[in-house]
């Protein structure tokens, strides 16, 4: 029979040598999260966001596949022959959740086979309307500003400033008012990522789009940020009053902490489109 989350991650606190009274709390500290967060994953009433279930394996010493049901050894041991055995990105989301690109490329996937047999009579096809900056904009649409030449960086920061030249993009004032931004656009830029701490959820070359009138930090969240001329492009959690813990997707990466006044959160990523 299955077992569920709650019962794989009560099995693993046992086999990390933690007493049913405490574990929680030994949890909790070790990942800057609260006692009844964790809590609720023992009693499955909740589980840990994907983006820190990486971080939880880890320190219950765990395969990772297994903790999240996707392979039946426990050891550490066979995740690393998972990995290794993993020859590209679909394969990832094909086999084993390596993060959140499980649920997002498998979702594609199978959106994609459920389609197939959805697709409409040719008669009813529309044709693609091409554009190029002389284009007029339509009545329902923006320019945003492309900062081609301002590079934030997905790794070590990047210290790039110049003219975006003139660049942008196109967006539906319907798409802006999903970011809960002004449809004029005003709030929006685009860039490109550089680096592969953001991998594989944000690949080099994404395009990424970033509201700077959203700037509150809500956990697990990417925000565009700079650290005295070091721009990033990272996932945020408050950790304290006046604490920060930056981390990303590529868990080669270790996190690091900071106080909330050393760092300049410029905005927070609301979309992020990759060239296949």
């Not at 909790?28 to 009693?43: D, E, I, L, R």
């Not at 550490?76 to 022959?81: D, G, I, P, V, Y």
Request: hydrophobic share 35%.
């Amino acid at each position: 029979m299955r077992t569920t989350f709650a019962q794989r991650l009560a099995q693993a606190a046992e086999s990390a040598g933690l007493k049913e009274h405490g574990r929680s709390t030994a949890i909790a500290k070790a990942m800057g999260v609260s006692t009844k967060a964790v809590s609720n994953w023992f009693s499955g009433k909740a589980e840990p966001d994907q983006s820190r279930l990486g971080e939880l394996s880890d320190f219950l010493d765990v395969n990772l596949y297994w903790l999240t049901g996707h392979s039946d050894e426990i050891s550490k041991t066979s995740e690393k022959k998972i990995k290794s055995g993993m020859h590209n990105i679909l394969g990832v989301a094909m086999n084993a959740p390596f993060g959140p690109i499980a649920g997002i490329l498998g979702g594609i996937i199978a959106t994609k086979k459920h389609r197939e047999n959805e697709i409409p009579n040719k008669e009813s096809w529309e044709s693609v309307v091409t554009w190029d900056s002389e284009t007029p904009l339509d009545s329902e649409e923006v320019e945003v500003p492309f900062l081609k030449d301002i590079e934030l960086a997905c790794g070590d920061g990047s210290h790039d400033y110049g003219d975006y030249n003139g660049f942008k993009l196109r967006f539906s004032k319907a798409t802006l008012r999903k970011f809960g931004a002004p449809t004029d656009g005003s709030t929006i830029f685009c860039f490109p990522a550089k680096g592969d701490s953001m991998e594989p959820i944000i690949p080099e070359g994404s395009t990424v789009t970033v509201n700077i009138a959203d700037k509150q930090i809500v956990d697990g969240k990417v925000y565009a940020i700079n650290q005295d001329g070091w721009k990033r492009l990272k996932l945020l959690y408050r950790t304290g009053p006046n604490k920060v813990s930056i981390r990303s997707y590529n868990q080669t990466y270790e996190p690091e902490e900071a106080n909330l006044d050393e760092i300049e959160i410029i905005g927070r990523a609301v979309h992020f489109s990759v060239m296949l």
